[in-house]
């Protein structure tokens, strides 16, 4: 495989170049390369998609070897950075089989999203068009690298990707294949860029990069996130901590709300969609065994009075317990009541991220559904299915929480913006 610097783009990694000079020619490259991708064919676009895919699995041996290295170097990471650095096999199977699915999606761009006319006979089209550079700030997820890369692919975007130096090898392993499905498809090396030099005032240097780089997006924890958000001067698509609630409603199924909240909680802890706080109804005729049910499975549960004295095996929940994304096997929970106490308590502690209800009456889901302002709200399931592969996207770049552009699991349509193409026949204002 060719690298990427071989092959005409800037590595990141220019000798004895300033941070800031080093962004600025990554983000000339990044923005030619984009001029010319926003033109290309959706199926010379899926080609280099499929490609990628193609030269990951080729070269998963070598992944997983990188992989292990980053690991065996990662120090006195959490477990949480721990679970999101390893790669697997499975791992490897299902990042390329997320890129195979990315590529089989419709492409936005050029889809018309509205058409009008007006009485004067003016013709109005809304048009997807690609969002330009975008610039991805990661930790500890190696497979962001190709989700990335075949998303802004997908969507005519270039991509300047900067991940963490704990999975530095990782991260070189998969862009390598990325580079190779670009020269695949006779695509700029510059449409995939990685920033290799481990100096963290790169990562400033992005953030100010505004008319070099059009979006930041950034996947790590909170010190990260909030870095980039109090220091960016580019439009920014993150969200700042995954505080994500489960309420059993007193309607609610046993063993139903058993099995999504073990599922939430403890399919995988360290995700941005587990669940850090239980609310049970205070009407819930089983609130004990559920309970007991975490703490069987190994989870520290923090609870409120109301529910201590239901087994003594639960910890007093101190006030930052309801503010606390812990990323482990430690789950606050309270006791609350009814629909209303729920949306109260979310509305008072939650992220606006992902929060669920578990019941069988109608009427709380659709009062819950309605009232919960997040960006995944949801009714019998698991909060774990917060993830752009479960949505049907393949993949996903990041979750935005905020409430412009994009909100939720961000993949192709949330990578386009529009533009308002108006046909006339010689109107003129007068």
């Not at 990661?138 to 130096?165: F, H, K, W």
């Not at 101190?318 to 482990?328: A, S």
Request: net charge negative.
């Amino acid at each position: 495989m060719t690298p990427p610097a071989a092959a005409g783009a800037p590595s990141g990694t220019t000798a004895g170049a300033t941070p800031g000079a080093i962004i600025a020619a990554m983000g000339a490259a990044a923005r030619t390369a984009a001029v010319r991708l926003a033109q290309t064919p959706t199926a010379a676009k899926a080609a280099a998609v499929r490609a990628a895919a193609a030269a990951i699995r080729d070269t998963a041996g070598a992944i997983l070897a990188a992989n292990a290295a980053d690991m065996a170097a990662a120090g006195a990471l959490s477990p949480a950075l721990l679970d999101r650095l390893r790669l697997t096999p499975e791992r490897i199977d299902g990042m390329t089989g997320g890129i195979d699915a990315i590529a089989a999606l419709p492409d936005p761009v050029g889809a018309v999203i509205a058409a009008w006319t007006t009485p004067n006979g003016l013709a109005f089209e809304r048009i997807r068009v690609p969002l330009g550079v975008i610039g991805i700030i990661y930790e500890s997820r190696p497979g962001v690298t190709a989700d990335a890369g075949a998303l802004a692919v997908m969507t005519g975007n270039a991509v300047i990707l900067r991940g963490g130096s704990e999975a530095a090898r990782s991260t070189a392993a998969i862009h390598a294949a990325l580079a190779a499905g670009l020269a695949a498809a006779g695509l700029p090396a510059a449409a995939i860029q990685r920033v290799a030099d481990p100096d963290r005032a790169l990562v400033g240097a992005m953030l100010g990069a505004a008319g070099l780089i059009d979006v930041i997006i950034p996947r790590g924890g909170r010190g990260l996130v909030a870095r980039v958000l109090a220091e960016a001067r580019v439009p920014v698509l993150a969200h700042l901590d995954g505080n994500n609630h489960v309420y059993v409603d007193a309607a609610a199924e046993p063993a139903m709300a058993t099995r999504i909240v073990l599922d939430s909680k403890l399919r995988r802890t360290g995700v941005c969609g587990a669940m850090e706080t239980l609310l049970i109804d205070r009407g819930y005729p089983h609130r004990a065994g559920l309970l007991a049910a975490l703490l069987d499975a190994g989870c520290e549960v923090r609870a409120d009075p109301a529910l201590r004295p239901l087994d003594p095996r639960l910890v007093a929940a101190g006030d930052d317990d309801w503010d606390t994304e812990y990323l482990d096997a430690v789950a606050a929970a309270a006791q609350v009541d009814g629909v209303a106490g729920a949306v109260a308590h979310i509305a008072r502690h939650g992220s606006h991220h992902t929060d669920a209800i578990v019941t069988g009456d109608p009427a709380a889901a659709a009062q819950f559904t309605a009232q919960v302002d997040s960006a995944i709200v949801l009714h019998n399931a698991s909060t774990q299915f917060a993830d752009g592969g479960e949505f049907g996207f393949g993949g996903e770049i990041g979750i935005a929480t905020g409430r412009l552009h994009a909100r939720g699991p961000v993949a192709l349509e949330g990578l386009t913006t529009y533009k308002t193409v108006v046909r006339g026949t010689g109107q003129v204002r007068g």
